[in-house]
């Protein structure tokens, strides 16, 4: 976070700002609005020049084969699209509360209360929540700016029904507001939604559960890897998913983990994965390996399979 790109950038912009707000107070506002956008091209300049990469995707550099079968499996990094497929339950906490807030700031806009103030949340809060659109992880910003107006909010309608206890509509406003503001609600709302369906539907809840633990369960933890941490120290072979853990609880290392860093590692996971067991064996004396862990449960393992059915991991995973 502290990189010369990052720095830099923030530094050449913050002062310029303090400059053009000391500088120029009182001057026409075409002037001043003219101002920041020399500033605004001043910063992009600077970033041509000292952090180009900045201005582009980091994972456009990815190999066509981790596009495929990993950066599409991680959640995190999903959009809109595949999260209402995947995990329609938890679409509403990703996404409801940063759109109320949104509504929030444009109805103060609109009745002039601290329109200033309100617009810069606008602005703020609407990026965020759009990057959500591409990336679900951008719900982090979206919805921690949403707490401003919507705890405004919720102050406001908290004076209301102390002042009028006996009007039930301004409890009710008080409540909802408070309980549409938690994105967990939202979650939680889903869950209750999506079994309800399927109890129409038909589907069994251990048969519901049974797909759950399959999509999220995590076989690696502290206690399943004692017995492998007690072994000889030596390099493991596995999926992305288990190497962050392996690393952390046992003296092992690891050819490949969920680091787009480290792309000759995870490609030569995968390429072993879905390499004939014969030569994957010779593989995995070319690259050391003393043990190979495998999650049947791991969605890397589902994906490698259907690419490779007759590959290293299948035949391990049948």
Same mark, same amino acid.
């Given at each position: 976070?502290?990189?010369?790109?990052?720095?830099?950038?923030?530094?050449?912009?913050?002062?310029?700002?303090?400059?053009?707000?000391?500088?120029?107070?009182?001057?026409?506002?075409?002037?001043?609005?003219?101002?920041?956008?020399?500033?605004?091209?001043?910063? *992009?300049?600077?970033?041509?020049?000292?952090?180009?990469?900045?201005?582009?995707?980091?994972?456009?550099?990815?190999?066509?084969?981790?596009?495929?079968?990993?950066?599409?499996?991680?959640?995190?990094?999903?959009?809109?699209?595949?999260?209402?497929?995947?995990?329609?339950?938890?679409?509403? +906490?990703?996404?409801?509360?940063?759109?109320?807030?949104?509504?929030?700031?444009?109805?103060?806009?609109?009745?002039?209360?601290?329109?200033?103030?309100?617009?810069?949340? *606008?602005?703020?809060?609407?990026?965020?929540?759009?990057?959500?659109?591409?990336?679900?992880?951008?719900?982090?910003?979206?919805?921690?700016?949403?707490?401003?107006?919507? +705890?405004?909010?919720?102050?406001?309608?908290?004076?209301?029904?102390?002042?009028?206890?006996?009007?039930?509509?301004?409890?009710?406003?008080?409540?909802?507001?408070?309980?549409?503001?938690?994105?967990?609600?939202?979650? *939680?709302?889903?869950?209750?939604?999506? $079994?309800?369906?399927?109890?129409?539907?038909?589907?069994?809840?251990?048969?519901? $559960?049974?797909?759950?633990?399959?999509?999220?369960?995590?076989?690696?933890?502290?206690?399943?890897?004692?017995?492998?941490?007690?072994?000889?120290?030596?390099?493991?072979?596995?999926?992305?998913?288990?190497?962050?853990?392996? *690393?952390?609880?046992?003296?092992?290392?690891?050819?490949?983990?969920?680091?787009?860093?480290?792309?000759? +590692?995870?490609?030569?996971?995968?390429?072993?994965?879905?390499?004939?067991?014969?030569?994957?064996?010779?593989?995995?004396?070319?690259?050391?390996?003393?043990?190979?862990?495998?999650?049947?449960?791991?969605?890397?393992?589902?994906?490698?399979?259907?690419?490779?059915?007759?590959?290293?991991?299948?035949?391990?995973?049948?």
């Amino acid at each position: 976070t502290l990189s010369l790109g990052y720095f830099s950038l923030s530094a050449a912009g913050g002062l310029g700002l303090g400059l053009a707000a000391l500088l120029l107070r009182g001057q026409p506002l075409a002037f001043r609005i003219a101002s920041l956008a020399i500033i605004g091209a001043a910063v *992009l300049i600077l970033a041509v020049l000292i952090a180009p990469q900045c201005l582009g995707n980091p994972l456009d550099s990815l190999d066509p084969l981790l596009k495929t079968m990993w950066l599409n499996s991680i959640g995190e990094a999903q959009p809109i699209t595949s999260e209402m497929v995947n995990s329609p339950e938890a679409a509403g +906490g990703f996404y409801a509360v940063g759109l109320i807030a949104l509504g929030v700031c444009l109805a103060r806009i609109v009745r002039r209360q601290q329109t200033v103030a309100y617009a810069i949340l *606008l602005g703020l809060i609407l990026v965020s929540w759009l990057v959500t659109l591409f990336q679900v992880r951008g719900m982090l910003f979206a919805n921690y700016l949403a707490f401003i107006p919507l +705890g405004a909010l919720i102050a406001e309608l908290r004076a209301l029904y102390v002042k009028r206890q006996k009007d039930h509509r301004a409890a009710l406003a008080f409540i909802v507001a408070v309980l549409a503001s938690i994105p967990s609600v939202w979650t *939680l709302t889903g869950m209750l939604v999506l $079994d309800a369906g399927q109890a129409v539907a038909g589907i069994s809840e251990n048969q519901a $559960d049974a797909e759950a633990n399959a999509a999220t369960g995590a076989c690696v933890t502290a206690d399943s890897v004692k017995a492998l941490a007690a072994l000889p120290p030596g390099r493991i072979l596995s999926t992305s998913n288990p190497g962050s853990v392996l *690393l952390r609880f046992t003296p092992h290392s690891v050819l490949n983990a969920n680091y787009h860093r480290n792309q000759a +590692g995870m490609i030569e996971a995968l390429t072993i994965g879905m390499a004939h067991p014969a030569n994957a064996i010779e593989m995995m004396r070319r690259d050391h390996i003393a043990y190979v862990l495998l999650c049947t449960d791991d969605a890397q393992v589902d994906v490698v399979s259907k690419k490779a059915p007759a590959g290293f991991f299948a035949g391990l995973a049948a």
